[in-house]
Every structure is written in structure tokens, then in C-alpha cells.
């Protein structure tokens, strides 16, 4: 029997995994993270925040760069971070760069009453991707409003835009429960009630509603609403693993702002040595062929205790 979460009891994280491997990933200093790459994962560090930002906006350039008439190609990416945004949009508009063959696709949406949020709601995530980015491109540069991919309900649409033009690279972040986009753990109930589903089973997944872990709600009133609890949903509708293994790449970035130095190396040890577990749903992504993390050097932070 797998322990009960010390963090929400009723659900699955990453506190039921094995103490052991949770000390092992407690021990690693930023030296020991470079050495955890291996060929199909990638770890990139960088010194300055600016270079860090920059090249994550350059991840849209890349990808936009070989859309072709014949063969359409874009990028998935995050709302947090969001600083990466507003660089976008000036390289394309100093660049010149046309998106008439370009796609976009946004991971998740806020849902309110079984419905994805509308744009404006406060929270809204397609309004942040258009007001940091898309609104600011100039508008003869601007991709198409369809080539623009929100996740809605029903979510077939959206679905099945991944197989409409290749999705180059899935950017992500990754938040305190150890998730991309809200691929959350999931309750501890039903059939999940001793055991979460098998890696297997997870990675079916494709968009969907999400129930959000206690503690995706907790880190989102904290970055986004000034600690108001009360104002963030519950659920959301997120990008499964079902599309992201559509993906040719998928690129994390890692600031140390939306996670923690422990939460940093538990999925990077656990990708690395191959351990993946719907627990932790990041480190399912140690099956996929073409992952990089991307750390920011100072970000990393270390796991000693540091009374303040």
C-alpha cells in the first residue's frame, strides 16, 4: 500500500512515491542535474534570465520559421511563464517573419460551469496569449484567427488540429504538483483508490476537463490572483499526453519561480532514470523521444533546510 498524500489525503502526488527516491532526488546539486541527461533528454542551463527568456521566444521563431504552405507547423505553449510572450511578438515584427502557414497552440483554459472561460474572465488564458503576444504582431504578420488553437468543449476540434499541421515543440512550465499544462494527478478513488493509473493508462489521456489537485489551485491564486483561493476554479480544460506525444519536442523551462528546487530534480531524476509514474505526471514524459529542460542557473535554488 502506497502512503496517503501528506498534502491532500483524497488525491495522488508526489508524496506517495517512495521515500527513498524522494531523498535521492532531495541530494542532487545543480552538477549532478547536468549529468542526468541522456540521449532523448536534453538539459539546458542558462545564466541570465534575459538569455533564458530569450531563448524560449526564440522556440517560436524556430518552429514558425518552417511552416510551409504544404506542410503547416507551430508551437503549443504555456501561460506561466508568460514572459517569453512579448518577445515573440518583437521578433516578429523586427524580423518581418510572415505566419500565413503558422499555428499556435494555446495548452489550457479555465473552465466555469462546464464551459471554457470566456476571454474576459480575469484569469483568462487566451486572453494573456493574445494581449502579451498576438495583439501586438503586427497585423499583416499575423497568422490566420483558425490557425489560432484554444482548447474548448467539447474538445475534438482542438483535438484534432494536432493533426492538421505539426506541432514542432510543446513548451510547458511546471507547476508545484509536478504537472504540464493541467495534466494533474488525479483523486485517490474508484480504481485509483490504492494504486494511480499506470503510466500506460495516463498517457490515453487526450484533451479533457480536469479536476484540479488542491495544490494547483493554492499555486495559481498565488501567482496570478494575490492569494484569492476563492477566485480560481477548479477545473480546467488542458492539452493531454495524447496530443503532447504528437509533439516532435517538448521543451520545459524551469525558472524556479513556479516550482521548487525539489520539485526541479524529482522530475529530472525521475525522466533521466526513467521512473514514470501518474503521480508525478512530468515524469511521464520519460517516454518521450525528444524532451529538454531548460533551467535557469540561479533558479535552481538548493533543498537545505534555511530557516527565514
Given at each position: 500500500?502506497?502512503?496517503?498524500?501528506?498534502?491532500?489525503?483524497?488525491?495522488?502526488d508526489?508524496?506517495?512515491?517512495?521515500?527513498?527516491?524522494?531523498?535521492?532526488?532531495?541530494?542532487?546539486?545543480?552538477?549532478?542535474?547536468?549529468?542526468?541527461?541522456?540521449?532523448?533528454?536534453?538539459?539546458?542551463?542558462?545564466?541570465?534570465?534575459?538569455?533564458?527568456?530569450?531563448?524560449?521566444?526564440?522556440?517560436?521563431?524556430?518552429?514558425?520559421?518552417?511552416?510551409?504552405?504544404?506542410?503547416?507547423?507551430?508551437?503549443?505553449g504555456?501561460?506561466?511563464p508568460?514572459e517569453?510572450?512579448?518577445?515573440?511578438?518583437?521578433?516578429?515584427?523586427?524580423?518581418?517573419?510572415?505566419?500565413?502557414?503558422?499555428?499556435?497552440?494555446?495548452?489550457?483554459?479555465?473552465?466555469?460551469?462546464?464551459?471554457?472561460?470566456?476571454?474576459?474572465?480575469?484569469?483568462?488564458?487566451?486572453?494573456?496569449?493574445?494581449?502579451?503576444?498576438?495583439?501586438?504582431?503586427?497585423?499583416?504578420?499575423?497568422m490566420?484567427?483558425?490557425?489560432?488553437?484554444?482548447?474548448?468543449?467539447?474538445?475534438?476540434?482542438?483535438?484534432?488540429?494536432?493533426?492538421q499541421?505539426?506541432?514542432?515543440?510543446?513548451?510547458?512550465?511546471?507547476?508545484?504538483?509536478?504537472?504540464?499544462?493541467?495534466?494533474?494527478?488525479?483523486?485517490?478513488?474508484?480504481?485509483?483508490?490504492?494504486?494511480?493509473?499506470?503510466?500506460?493508462?495516463?498517457?490515453?489521456?487526450?484533451?479533457?476537463?480536469?479536476?484540479?489537485?488542491?495544490?494547483?489551485?493554492?499555486?495559481?491564486?498565488?501567482?496570478?490572483?494575490?492569494?484569492?483561493?476563492?477566485?480560481?476554479?477548479?477545473?480546467?480544460?488542458?492539452?493531454?499526453?495524447?496530443?503532447?506525444?504528437?509533439?516532435e519536442?517538448?521543451?520545459?523551462?524551469?525558472?524556479?519561480?513556479?516550482?521548487?528546487?525539489?520539485?526541479l530534480?524529482?522530475?529530472?531524476?525521475?525522466?533521466?532514470?526513467?521512473?514514470?509514474?501518474?503521480?508525478?505526471?512530468?515524469?511521464?514524459?520519460a517516454?518521450?523521444?525528444?524532451?529538454q529542460?531548460?533551467?535557469?542557473?540561479?533558479?535552481?535554488?538548493?533543498?537545505?533546510?534555511?530557516?527565514?
Amino acid at each position: 500500500m502506497r502512503p496517503l498524500s501528506k498534502i491532500a489525503p483524497d488525491w495522488w502526488d508526489y508524496t506517495t512515491l517512495d521515500v527513498e527516491l524522494l531523498n535521492d532526488a532531495a541530494r542532487l546539486s545543480a552538477g549532478d542535474l547536468a549529468a542526468l541527461a541522456r540521449p532523448g533528454f536534453a538539459i539546458q542551463f542558462y545564466d541570465t534570465i534575459e538569455d533564458f527568456y530569450l531563448a524560449e521566444a526564440l522556440e517560436y521563431i524556430t518552429a514558425w520559421r518552417q511552416a510551409t504552405p504544404d506542410r503547416p507547423a507551430g508551437i503549443c505553449g504555456p501561460i506561466g511563464p508568460t514572459e517569453q510572450l512579448p518577445l515573440v511578438a518583437r521578433l516578429v515584427n523586427e524580423l518581418d517573419l510572415n505566419l500565413r502557414h503558422a499555428h499556435f497552440w494555446g495548452m489550457d483554459e479555465w473552465v466555469l460551469d462546464g464551459r471554457a472561460a470566456p476571454e474576459d474572465f480575469p484569469l483568462s488564458f487566451a486572453r494573456a496569449d493574445r494581449q502579451l503576444c498576438f495583439d501586438r504582431i503586427r497585423p499583416e504578420l499575423r497568422m490566420p484567427e483558425s490557425q489560432l488553437h484554444f482548447p474548448d468543449i467539447p474538445p475534438d476540434a482542438y483535438s484534432r488540429s494536432f493533426d492538421q499541421a505539426r506541432c514542432l515543440v510543446m513548451q510547458g512550465g511546471q507547476g508545484e504538483v509536478k504537472h504540464w499544462a493541467f495534466n494533474d494527478p488525479p483523486r485517490r478513488a474508484g480504481a485509483y483508490r490504492d494504486v494511480p493509473p499506470s503510466p500506460a493508462e495516463y498517457r490515453k489521456l487526450g484533451t479533457r476537463i480536469v479536476d484540479l489537485h488542491p495544490m494547483t489551485i493554492i499555486q495559481n491564486a498565488r501567482t496570478s490572483g494575490g492569494g484569492v483561493v476563492t477566485n480560481v476554479p477548479t477545473q480546467a480544460i488542458s492539452v493531454g499526453p495524447l496530443e503532447t506525444w504528437k509533439a516532435e519536442k517538448v521543451s520545459i523551462w524551469h525558472a524556479g519561480a513556479h516550482d521548487n528546487p525539489f520539485g526541479l530534480r524529482l522530475t529530472t531524476l525521475m525522466i533521466s532514470k526513467r521512473l514514470p509514474d501518474s503521480a508525478v505526471p512530468m515524469s511521464l514524459l520519460a517516454d518521450h523521444p525528444n524532451v529538454q529542460f531548460n533551467f535557469l542557473r540561479s533558479g535552481i535554488g538548493t533543498t537545505d533546510a534555511e530557516m527565514h
